[in-house]
């Protein structure tokens, strides 16, 4: 009988401390949500969610270097998220661009209104070729806007696809520049230096996070995490 009783609380002993692990195991497993491209010495391909993953800057610095894999001398031209030209391409041995490059690392579709702008950029500079880059999707509108105009309308998906056409060592050439380093941070635009995450303490936001510039309140640049 006694040894009985003994055997009883031994086992509700084991497995209330096996219950214990497991649940915090279950909460860190939560917390430490790895992606695939963690590691990205493992990492052959382009997709979608990878493009996502980078941050403004990163996503105009790879734009930049897939195509001086494809024999164009490619300069970033200023810092910046929004407005103005990212990359101009030029040909070899060419001191006048050949072609104006715009990039947006956006999650809604690009509208007629920045291409509008690309394409007077381009004529301002009498410049005849463009591209506008974005890891989303463009409008109805914008498409048939940019129709029978020298602009090439890139959606993430037509650069996945662009990215893995290449050669298996400038695939991973390309990868190498997109993943090194913290490729998801974004870029304070301003003093191109990382941001960092906050949380609004007032108004309407209150609770909230964002990313905030690492100057603050010199700079007040933020940006919504998404």
Not at 117 to 144: C, H, P, W
Request: net charge positive; aromatic share 10%; hydrophobic share 35%.
């Amino acid at each position: 009988m006694f040894f009985g009783l003994v055997l009883v609380v031994v086992f509700g002993l084991v497995l209330l401390v096996s219950v214990t692990r497991s649940s915090r195991n279950s909460r860190k497993g939560k917390a430490r949500w790895i992606p695939p491209w963690e590691d990205s010495s493992e990492i052959e391909r382009w997709s979608q969610s990878l493009l996502n993953e980078l941050e403004w800057k990163r996503f105009e610095q790879v734009i930049s270097h897939f195509y001086k894999l494809r024999g164009f001398r490619s300069k970033v031209t200023r810092m910046g998220a929004d407005g103005g030209v990212d990359v101009v391409l030029y040909e070899e041995h060419s001191q006048t661009p050949h072609t104006l490059i715009q990039c947006k690392s956006w999650s809604q579709k690009v509208g007629v209104k920045p291409i509008r702008e690309l394409f007077g950029v381009m004529a301002a500079d009498g410049i005849k070729n463009g591209i506008f880059a974005t890891t989303s999707e463009y409008t109805g509108e914008a498409r048939q806007w940019a129709e029978g105009k020298s602009i090439q309308l890139l959606s993430g998906a037509s650069i996945v696809g662009m990215f893995n056409g290449l050669e298996i060592e400038q695939i991973k050439d390309l990868l190498e520049v997109g993943l090194s380093g913290d490729f998801r941070t974004p870029t304070c635009p301003s003093c191109d230096v990382k941001m960092v995450e906050r949380t609004a303490r007032k108004g309407k936001s209150a609770g909230s996070s964002f990313w905030g510039c690492r100057n603050y309140p010199r700079c007040k640049q933020t940006f919504k995490v998404t």
